[in-house]
């Protein structure tokens, strides 16, 4: 059954009771140690693969050279053709026989090789992949686990301390009232700031001509006029 | 990181808060360890924090089962759908009985991140509550 389904059906089930696990803490470990296998195995292929590619290329270089040897030595047997010197036209054709083999021995390393190579370089890919499907299947566990134990502890502490999670409705209405009362209390403070007794007895004798005056222009006139 | 940095960050923010609120936070015993963490002035919703190998979970409660208006569950369930993917930062889920609101963290969050997961989370489940209330009893 598949993590995701053992999930499912141990939350819809009722598993859900504090202390009892999704996936039993044998079976988790027993998943780390697949994971640390897992790992352990990548590890393994890519050094096999590190050392499968140097063997590969060492390969491929001495049959260059070989080429190139075969190449060099057929030059000098049709030198030794045109010279009419037939023996060592022979002695050299017998040593480009030789490498010959052995190009076609380096050519079969080279290609077994590069077969090994791809091989190490799929089975790497699927090895990773399915690491990264085993650790998301155990963090799919855990937080189900640990959000199971949250809740536990979240219960316990509201049942402990007497007090319990309120109705939502409830809950958001005495938020907005404390709300209200804030914006309220904010507001009657503006208010009572600008409006204290003194400054509105100010404000009454102002508007009534008496006491000290806005200065304008006229009042500065007729205090010139006067003089 | 743990909830207990968590807690002493958001404690002692006072006035250099970077969201405009004030915290209160209180760590819950169990066998995980949990803050509860309080907005000033919505006590009554608190965000429940937890910590896990990768990944720090908030969750608000919204309302449970039993308040639900039973013939509009579905009508419900779908709103609350529809409303997932534009709601911010936040996710709807059930835990045993109760809906709730979350927001997932990477274990590598900053303490601003978490501030402002917390307080966008909050928002939200006001937000959700009331838009909601006509499924509710």
Known sequence: ?227 | MNIHTIATHLNKLADDTDTGFNFDCTPIDGEIDVLQVEIIGREEIPIFVSISDNQILCIAYLWGEDEIKSELKANMMEAMLEMNIPMPLSAFAKVEDKYVVFGALSINSSLEDIELELVTLSDNSLEVISEMDSYLN
């Open chain 1, 1 to 227: 059954m598949s993590i995701f389904k053992k999930i499912i059906t141990a939350v819809r089930g009722g598993a859900s009771e504090a202390g009892e696990a999704i996936v039993d803490a044998n079976s988790t470990r027993i998943f780390e140690q697949e994971i640390r296998d897992s790992e352990k195995h990548i590890t393994i292929a890519k050094r096999d693969l590190t050392e499968v590619m140097a063997k590969q290329m060492q390969a491929a270089r001495e049959l260059s050279q070989l080429q190139a040897s075969i190449k060099e030595h057929e030059g000098y047997a049709m030198q030794a053709l045109n010279q009419g010197n037939e023996a060592l036209a022979i002695e050299v054709a017998e040593k480009i026989a030789e490498l010959e083999t052995n190009a076609a021995d380096q050519q079969q390393a080279n290609e077994s090789f590069l077969k090994s190579a791809d091989r190490l370089k799929e089975l790497i890919k699927k090895s990773e992949r399915q690491l990264t499907e085993y650790k998301r299947q155990l963090t799919m566990v855990k937080t189900t686990e640990s959000v199971q134990k949250a809740t536990s502890a979240i219960t316990d502490n509201f049942s402990a301390s007497n007090s319990k999670l309120l109705n939502a409705k409830d809950s958001l209405e005495r938020i907005k009232k404390k709300q209200a009362m804030f914006d309220d209390k904010l507001k009657a403070a503006e208010q009572l700031e600008s409006e204290t007794p003194e400054q509105d007895l100010k404000k009454k004798l102002q508007a009534a001509g008496i006491g000290a005056q806005a200065n304008s222009a006229q009042s500065v006139l007729d205090r010139l006029k006067n003089k």
